[in-house]
């Protein structure tokens, strides 16, 4: 299915943000996510289902200063 990450078309094999997540290479790394303009919380991901043209955004934690 079709789906926008941070922006980007991708084509992904997943039913939900915690199976994108996976297959796009953020599994198991602390990530704020959200679909659509809403917020999902990590304990969330694995019930909540994608759709094709959904926008996923996903955040990562930056260092520095």
Do not use: C, Y
């Not at 992904?12 to 290479?25: F, N, P, W, Y």
């Not at 996510?33 to 919380?41: D, E, K, R, S, Y």
């Amino acid at each position: 299915m079709k789906i926008d990450v941070n922006g980007v078309p991708h084509d992904v094999d997943a039913s939900t943000v915690e199976e994108a997540l996976q297959i796009l290479g953020w599994g198991g790394q602390r990530v704020a996510t959200a679909l659509n303009g809403t917020f999902v919380p990590a304990a969330a991901r694995d019930k909540t289902a994608l759709s094709p043209g959904d926008r996923l955004e996903v955040l990562t934690a930056m260092q520095g200063g």
